[in-house]
């Protein structure tokens, strides 16, 4: 039986205002080729870097974030290679002394602790572009010197699965933090994949296999499940595998080689001598961890607690930062309505069951809506119903001064054209019929047109009931309250 081992290395590019090590501005994405570069991101002899402390910060809240350790000491180095796209001909790095190590991050559907090998801070290179058809190639220096973290994890993953699941935490956790766009499909986030094949209770890990540039966290799952099976296969006919980097080819679906172990640069680091050595104080430490939002463990946890709603709710919310947010806002604005019934002393198994109707309407009514306008995110601005005129809404259901009829044309209304509840009732004329008068005069009427119906409810046949407490309905458009409606038809019944 052969096991996987798997270990990621994955690229992060911070979302700083300037460069690291000049103050070029950060915006690689947009900007047209080679605009914002200057002489020490572009490698001009006699030009001096300065360190980012904007770079510095985010890099520390992300490893206390991922429950890293920070060196008080380290320092950058020069990793030393030719490449068309990186200018200096070297590129400053960290290997010796990566200033953050030992963290871990939790994958939360399976489970299972990830380690964290080190997390580094460097500078990225810039883009190459090949014209089709062209003989020549083009680079581009608006990305060189862009903030990089370079996160290594220990070959703790096992499955394609695993490996999902990580860079998908990994981007969520990178954005609750604002470090990062974390975009994977703008190179913002990048994903290389360390896997090797054993037997599954073999002393050592089979041969590495590395495979870069995948760039989706689909890219990244394919890639691995392609990999097992391919070194499953070369394994289990005795061969060996071999020592390789490999790329994926999006179209076929297949990881392809790219250079093999021959072929491996000897970087020859040495500390960079125009920069100091990185001293972090316990002081700066302390005010970083004050910044730190709630992260998406906590908020599980927490949503688990206060609100007691399941694993796939919780993940919609968790995943979703604007519409937990709205969530929150609607359950706090929602007690506020129903409390003075109360006299403000709402019990907890009353606020469950506001949080529960809350809940409901927001996880299937609200994503329907987005759905099928096509709209991915929810955003509070952009979205016609404040949290208080929602909140309102639900306290009508919640409260029994509309039916579930009037709830069903009233919530398009709302989502349609935004708006009071209360004002959009009263427009339509969608009030409740609490005169008795009136709802008893309508009993009556469907009682002598529907004979049938009343016929069978005496003969024992409750679904008559049902049917009878529909029309009456139907007759009030839905303005009756079927409680009310269910006791007058049951004491015309029985008086019949
Ligand atoms: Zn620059």
New binding site residues.
Partial sequence: MLKSTIGLEIHIELNTKS?MF???PNESWQAEPNK???P???GQPGSLPTINQEAIKKNIKTALALNCQVAGNSFFERKNYFYPDLPKGYQISQYQAPFCKNGFLELPMLNKKIRIERIHLEEDTGRLQHPEGADYSLVDFNRA?VPLMELVTEPDLETAEEVKEFVKELKLVLRYLNVSGANMEKGEMRCEVNISLAEKLAAKFGTKVEIKNLNSIAVAGSAVEYEITRQTEILERGDKVIQETRGWHDKKAITFSQRDKESAHDYRYFPEPDLPPLKITPELLNEIKATLPELPSQKRARFAQEYHLNKQDIELFVNQKSLSNYFEEVVSELTNWVSEKYQDNLPSEEFQKLVKLAANYIVTDLQTFLKEKNIEFFSEAKFKITAENFAEFLSMIYLGEISSKIAKMLLPEMLSKGGDPSQIISDKGWQMVSDIDEIEKAVKEIIDNNSKAVEDYQKGKSASLQFLIGQVMAKTKGKAKPEVVGEILKRFLNEK
């Fill in positions: 460069k000049c103050d070029c914002n570069i200057c020490t991101c572009s010197g």
